[in-house]
């Protein structure tokens, strides 16, 4: 009888930190960031505020597209004594950590620029390698169970970050209308987490070490010989291309993901203004909603890998989109307090959904042999689309002078999204062989 690979949860959750890491700094980013911008001086006296600060807010996601491929690919070719990817985590972290904790602190836009297009440089620069730790130490067959795992850690992060302005004030009998103490206090917090994450990966989970490919060019007879072995290596790489099918099947995925990540990051990126603006909240309460929205996504992210294995990726993909698309609809149509908490509990629940499997399916697409590559291109679709939503969703604000048409913009998204990954026929889990369970569970050990 064959036996059964299992999921290595402490593990996991350990590896998980790292995108804790990010997911925290971003949650505090894309919640404070627009309302730092929407009160400088600079951008408020501009009669097309809504689309700069839409622009700004999308300098993370091109830096995404055009950098986090390139270190993902350097991270795969990487071989050091800390493994291929903590290298990245090492120098990126401390770095990113020490630029967040001056953006709030920059009243000129012309400090608060240089500050945040550092800080989203330097993010891009580890997001694809901390990603790509999850399936570098997991079978391909439990990649939607440890993903279900990471994207837990990944909504601790983002709790943390929604309700750190609250946290912040208690601790610190902060007063209620003294914004700018909570927001610098709010930043040093989302650092300081942000360097815990990082002790965590690097001195617990101890990626291991790489660095026997060179141990082996070393005993290559002369430089020719490295040179061969090299070029060798490269075509190797290069014929490991995609067929028709396999291609088509990635090309709709991809699209499928530029629109889910339009919609969901036009989300994150507004709906603390939106709240503010429109529903009359605080801006230390705004950010609660996300937390409830979050903690619907940790409660179903366990079933949402199970669901996965059990219906395929695809069918739970597609169940996730087709209701989230009603659940946004409804809120616009009734626009009642009721069914923003329906929409936000039922939306984190099904948005599980579609993030605990997308991921997953592509990097089976890809194979074992090309994680970073694949996860690459994961984020050139996400980030890409990124880079569309909150430019468009600024230009509608300033069009309708309202921020209600963020959910019929959503809605569409979502709805683009459905019908492309109806078109996905390939990346289910594959069944693999006995010996090679025998030999994965030699190299966990």
Not at 196 to 206: A, E
């Amino acid at each position: 009888m064959a036996e059964k690979l299992k999921l290595k949860y402490g593990r996991t959750l350990l590896i998980g930190f790292g995108f804790m890491a990010s997911m925290i700094s971003w949650t505090i980013y894309n919640a404070y960031v627009p309302l730092i911008l929407k009160e400088n001086e600079t951008i408020s006296n501009l009669a097309i505020s809504g689309t700069v600060i839409g622009i700004i807010m999308v300098i993370d996601n091109i830096f995404g597209v055009v950098f986090q491929p390139l270190f993902g690919r350097l991270s795969d070719t990487m071989h050091t004594r800390f493994g291929k990817r903590t290298p990245f985590l090492i120098v990126g972290i401390p770095v990113a950590a020490l630029l967040f904790i001056f953006i709030p602190r920059m009243s000129q836009i012309w400090f608060l620029m240089p500050c945040v297009i550092l800080f989203t440089f330097t993010m891009s620069t580890w997001r694809a390698p901390v990603v790509a730790l999850m399936p570098d130490l997991t079978p391909p067959q439990l990649r939607s169970e440890a993903n279900a795992v990471i994207n837990l850690m990944g909504a601790v992060g983002t709790v943390l970050g929604t309700v750190a302005g609250k946290i912040i004030s208690g601790v610190f009998h902060i007063a209620e209308n003294d914004n700018a103490a909570t927001r610098n206090a709010v930043f040093i917090f989302g650092s300081v987490i942000m360097l815990i994450c990082l002790m965590i990966v690097v001195f617990i989970v101890k990626e291991p070490d790489n660095r026997l490919s060179k141990i082996k060019a070393r005993l290559l007879e002369n430089e020719e010989q490295i040179k061969a072995s090299k070029k060798a290596e490269k075509k190797k790489f290069k014929e490991m291309r995609l067929g028709g099918p396999e291609r088509k099947s990635l090309i709709f995925m991809l699209v499928a993901l530029f629109f889910n990540s339009n919609a969901t990051d036009s989300i994150n990126t507004y709906f603390t203004t939106f709240a503010t603006t429109e529903l009359q909240m605080s801006e230390k309460d705004a950010p609660l909603y996300i937390t409830i929205f979050a903690f619907a996504t940790v409660v179903a992210a366990f079933p949402a890998g199970y669901l996965g294995k059990r219906l395929g990726r695809k069918k739970t993909i597609m169940i996730g989109l087709g209701g989230i698309v009603a659940l946004f609809l409804l809120y616009f149509i009734t626009q009642s307090m009721f069914m923003l908490y329906v929409a936000i509990v039922c939306g984190g629940a099904l948005i599980a959904l579609v993030t605990i499997n997308t991921l997953p399916l592509v990097l089976e697409l890809g194979g074992t042999d090309r994680v970073g590559t694949f996860t690459g291109y994961y984020y050139t679709a996400t980030f890409s689309a990124s880079i569309v939503g909150p430019v468009l969703c600024g230009a509608l604000f300033d069009i309708t002078d309202n921020y209600w048409s963020l959910f019929v913009y959503c809605s569409v998204c979502f709805a683009l999204a459905l019908a492309c990954i109806s078109q996905v026929h390939h990346g289910e889990a594959q069944t693999i062989s006995d010996e090679m369970i025998k030999e994965i569970k030699m190299a966990e050990d």
